[in-house]
């Protein structure tokens, strides 16, 4: 271990410690990347800085006062970007590339945006950088590779020796690079660059080598099963499998009729509860919801034939249609399913908090799953078919569906076994994967940083021909529709069921009053996809355990069922994504956008939780983040009282915000109306 601190010695590095850092990486041998068709060192680095946000005469502005980076076991702290720019073009020397990771490089690249000349900036939407070239050096982001943040990261997938600090940094204090920083807070800093050295460590267990690590993190899964899936060793299966992938081509037309039917989980409550504080609730899960589909339901299998007027039987086909409906309203007291923003055309609409009670007129893009749904829950005068693609429909081919079984499988098995935790983790977010690889878009716009950030809007003719056309395809755009659809179709089925008693709605979850003729309804439900297991097994002649492996505990886990997940003393929501409750006698909540404790801190009963709750910035734990991309040229004075003169090219502000629960006025007014109208029908 080699510590370097350039602000001890002259602001830069000596000749010395040039040659050693030049002689230390290149005695490693460099590794070769059939995949980028070039050399890598197989060194694990990393970058980290820490940033002071204040204002200058009123305005916002942001500036490094200390950055770390690590070589291996090389660690260099420095003040100035200078001094890091000087140590950058030390690595440029290098005769082959080197990958530099950063924890969230989106937040550090608006630092350094202006510092360097850029090859190449992959972002997945804008500010949100994946990856950045400059010559031979590559930041990349581990964040967008975990999923998470590095305390989060070092919990799952780190050794109990590298964990995040917290706490160590106040980080209201304002500093720049002339204030005195004491070995603790230096500490601070590099421990987190060390932490992602040691999580990077983890992802070398299975992949080897530093260039090999997948970019994203469903690209992880989307390898495993790629190379599974196109696996040339058993040549029959390979032939089969990219037979049928080969097969389903999509047309720039059909595709836009997809994008248009995908939606996501059904999240939502009923009007009739909103606000109220109920009583003995209990919760539901369908277990794995997702993988369950996949495993169990019939998708598009063939290519798509264009259709108008006559809707085929769906008996054979599954179909996605452009379709009008004249005068139509709900005929379920207790919720409503269609989501207005996915109308492309909506006349006149009565709405309950983004889903539509009743309109003159709407036209909208659904499966034929959604279709089914819809005459379910609403009544309408007139049903115009437009047109739309069918496809034969069939299981998911065999591979695909082992590699689902596998994730499955281990996750039930090495879930709470303390020494199988890497392999929980990683079969766990394998099996979470396999549905967000089904639906990443296959048309995204192409996202430029050219000094500023643009977006180009992508060809579509060109981008399906290149997705028809792909070689290592192994996926269909179509399947993950179809997912979504599958298990909206089983939530909203039942929800309908349960009616009167039903509550609240999240994805894969139902929230309804705990009565013996709502279990009844779970119950019949889960016996019929037992059977459904079945028959399924059968058909696919596979021995039907398969679907219900065994916990450490020797209990049967069975996919796809809806799971009791106990009861909630009182339960009480204000709008999607914003619901409290006391479940064993404590006090909680889920509000998106905040965390669940500044609320339990506030609010100390369910009855102060309403419209309008207000928490300080100073109590919130949330941050406001402000781009900055002009640059700032003025006089800091820190907090012990030293100025110093800062330019900074770019940076990212930080601060503290207030949060506040709003629901919309609409919506209030409308439960409000509907409660009226309740009350005088009775």
């Given at each position: 271990m080699r510590y370097i601190d350039l602000n001890k010695n002259a602001g830069s590095l000596t000749s010395d410690e040039q040659t050693y850092i030049l002689s230390y990486i290149t005695q490693q041998a460099p590794y070769y990347s059939r995949k980028y068709k070039t050399r890598y060192y197989d060194i694990i680095c990393s970058f980290d800085i820490e940033s002071t946000s204040t204002y200058h005469n009123n305005e916002k502005c942001a500036f490094m006062y200390v950055w770390g980076l690590c070589i291996d076991n090389i660690k260099i702290v420095g003040r100035t970007w200078d001094q890091f720019i000087s140590v950058i073009n030390l690595l440029k020397q290098l005769p082959h590339n080197l990958i530099i990771w950063v924890h969230n490089l989106s937040f550090e690249f608006n630092f350094i945006c202006h510092l360097f000349e850029w090859d190449k900036v992959f972002a997945l939407e804008e500010r949100r950088v994946c990856y950045c070239t400059t010559k031979n050096i590559q930041f990349r982001c581990s964040f967008i590779l975990s999923g998470c943040s590095l305390a989060k990261t070092c919990e799952l997938y780190c050794p109990p020796e590298y964990q995040k600090k917290t706490g160590d940094l106040d980080y209201g204090l304002i500093r720049h690079y002339?204030?005195?920083?004491?070995?603790?807070?230096?500490?601070?800093?590099?421990?987190?660059?060390?932490?992602?050295?040691?999580?990077?460590?983890?992802?070398?267990?299975?992949?080897?080598?530093?260039?090999?690590?997948?970019?994203?993190?469903?690209?992880?899964?989307?390898?495993?099963?790629?190379?599974y899936c196109l696996a040339k060793k058993d040549r029959d299966k390979y032939f089969r499998y990219k037979g049928i992938i080969d097969s389903l081509t999509l047309e720039a037309e059909e595709y836009k009729y997809l994008k248009n039917a995908f939606a996501g989980g059904f999240t939502h409550g009923s009007w009739s509860k909103q606000g109220k504080i109920i009583n003995n609730v209990s919760s539901y899960d369908l277990c794995s919801a997702y993988p369950a589909q996949m495993l169990l339901r019939q998708f598009p299998m063939s290519k798509g034939v264009y259709f108008t007027s006559n809707l085929p039987n769906t008996q054979d086909f599954c179909y996605v249609v452009k379709v009008g409906f004249y005068n139509i309203i709900t005929s379920f007291f207790y919720e409503h399913i269609i989501s207005k923003h996915k109308c492309i055309k909506c006349d006149n609409p009565v709405v309950d908090n983004g889903r539509i009670i009743s309109a003159d007129y709407i036209e909208i893009y659904v499966t034929d799953i959604d279709l089914k749904l819809i005459k379910m829950y609403y009544d309408f005068e007139k049903l115009i078919i437009y047109d739309g693609y069918k496809y034969r429909k069939n299981f998911l081919p065999e591979s695909f569906r082992e590699c689902v079984l596998k994730f499955y499988n281990d996750k039930t098995v090495y879930k709470g076994v303390e020494s199988e935790k890497d392999r929980y983790m990683l079969a766990k977010e394998n099996l979470n994967s396999c549905y967000g690889m089904s639906v990443t878009d296959i048309c995204r716009p192409e996202i430029i940083f050219d000094g500023n950030w643009t977006q180009e809007s992508p060809d579509i003719s060109k981008q399906i021909d290149i997705y028809n056309n792909s070689k290592t395809r192994f996926l269909s755009y179509a399947w993950g529709v179809w997912v979504t659809t599958y298990t909206r179709e089983i939530i909203l089925t039942i929800i309908h069921k349960i009616g009167a008693d039903y509550i609240y709605s999240d994805t894969d979850s139902i929230k309804a009053k705990k009565t013996e003729r709502v279990q009844t309804i779970i119950n019949e439900f889960n016996n019929k996809w037992i059977e459904r297991i079945k028959k399924t097994s059968d058909v696919l002649s596979i021995n039907s355990e398969v679907f219900s492996p065994l916990t450490p505990k020797g209990v049967k886990k069975t996919i796809g069922l809806l799971e009791y997940e106990g009861d909630y003393e009182k339960f009480k929501f204000l709008r999607a994504k914003c619901y409290g409750y006391i479940k064993n006698n404590v006090l909680d909540f889920t509000v998106a956008g905040i965390n669940h404790k500044p609320l339990q801190d506030k609010i100390k009963s369910l009855d102060e939780f309403s419209d309008g709750v207000h928490i300080e910035s100073n109590d919130s734990l949330k941050l406001c983040h402000t781009y900055i991309d002009d640059p700032f040229d003025g006089d800091i004075t820190d907090y012990t009282g030293k100025t110093a003169h800062i330019y900074s090219t770019s940076g990212v502000h930080l601060e503290p915000i207030d949060f506040q629960i709003n629901i919309d006025p609409t919506y209030s007014e409308l439960i409000k109306s509907l409660y009226q109208k309740e009350t005088s029908t009775l």
């Open positions: 002339k204030t005195p920083l004491s070995d603790k807070e230096i500490n601070y800093l590099l421990f987190d660059v060390i932490c992602v050295q040691a999580y990077i460590r983890y992802e070398l267990q299975t992949y080897k080598h530093v260039s090999d690590i997948p970019l994203t993190k469903t690209s992880k899964v989307r390898k495993y099963c790629k190379d």
